[in-house]
């Protein structure tokens, strides 16, 4: 798999779209919500396009949030990561 890291301009963001936009999602949420950490780990642990979340990625298992969890879901699992790369590959590109 080849890694592809487009560069953008320092002094021009908005040439950064997908960045921007996260950074954009993270400082909304944090200005609406009372608790900042409780709203950065409810959005790690929401599952992207391709049905896990950052923190499933990251640390192959899910986070206990303050929602009724199961405890095996919260064990940690094996993950095969090259189905993982063909999900991201087959995934939308955003634009």
Known sequence: MDLNIPTSSPH??????QA???VQTIKKLIMKSKDPHKALLDYRNTPLDIDLSPAQLFLNRRLKTSLPTSLPLLMPQN???SEIIKKLEN???ES
């Open 12 to 17: 021009y963001a908005q040439s950064n779209g």
């Open 20 to 22: 921007e936009r996260s």
């Open 79 to 81: 993950v095969n990561n």
């Open 91 to 93: 995934s939308p590109k």
